[in-house]
């Protein structure tokens, strides 16, 4: 079983629309998850960071966090074409170390 | 945000030959960096954990010799690829956490493509 598990995708959703990304983990001791988005070929992109149970907002992002389930979530609000990009689940080990999930790509649909 | 440059953002290479990437925070202390490989449509794989000072820490199936760290000082930390073959070539990325850094400030580099012939 991997650390944390995506859905590889593609996730297609219209523009304006909502879109949820999932990730699962196997760490039940993991503490603070992460989520980045990468477009091809740069690196990742801080969107949001998240260690306590629920939803955390940040513009149209949210993410939520359910330890009890293991489970991850970021929905995007009001998507747009730009937001298309491989979104990563990370979650940190110690010394900052973070452990990616493999990626789900997002396509926003004009 | 906190800037981390790397250098140089692609490099092509022939078989056996040795090839150095230089990763640098700009505007902050970087106690602590972390090297990375992506190969394509595949994630992140941490390869190392390099701390200022100090030997780095391997990932369980990174062959140190071949991949050399060093985290010389607190801006600057380099990764040499020795006697790279064509399976090395890859997405290597960068990253690095400042001094009194909270949970989320882990800041990237660009990236630096390598395509070994």
Redesign the interface.
């Known amino acids: 079983q991997k650390e944390v598990e995506q859905n590889s995708g593609p996730l297609s959703v219209p523009e304006g629309a909502i879109a949820s990304l999932n990730c699962t983990y196997s760490d039940r001791g993991s503490q603070?998850f992460?989520w980045y988005r990468q477009y091809s070929?740069?690196?990742?992109?801080?969107i949001?960071?998240i260690?306590s149970n629920g939803d955390k907002e940040d513009g149209r992002f949210t993410a939520q966090l359910n330890k009890a389930s293991q489970y991850v979530s970021l929905l995007i609000r009001d998507s747009q074409p730009s937001d298309s990009a491989t979104y990563?689940c990370a979650r940190?080990r110690s010394?900052?170390?973070?452990?990616?999930?493999?990626?789900t790509k997002l396509i926003i649909k004009p | 945000g906190a800037v981390v440059s790397q250098h140089p953002s692609w490099v092509i290479c022939k078989s056996g030959t040795s090839v150095k990437i230089e990763c640098r925070s700009l505007d902050f202390q970087a106690t602590t960096m972390f090297w990375y490989r992506q190969f394509p449509k595949q994630s992140l794989m941490l390869m190392a954990t390099s701390n200022e000072g100090s030997k780095a820490t391997y990932e369980q199936g990174v062959e140190k010799d071949k991949f050399l760290i060093n985290h010389a000082s607190l801006t600057l930390s380099t990764l040499t690829v020795t006697s790279a073959h064509p399976e090395d070539s890859s997405f290597y990325i960068c990253s690095a956490r400042e001094w009194l850094a909270g949970v989320g400030e882990l800041f990237f580099g660009e990236g630096s493509r390598l395509t070994v012939l």
């Open positions: 603070s992460f070929g740069k690196s990742p992109e801080l949001m960071f260690y990563l940190r010394n900052y170390q973070l452990i990616w999930g493999a990626g």
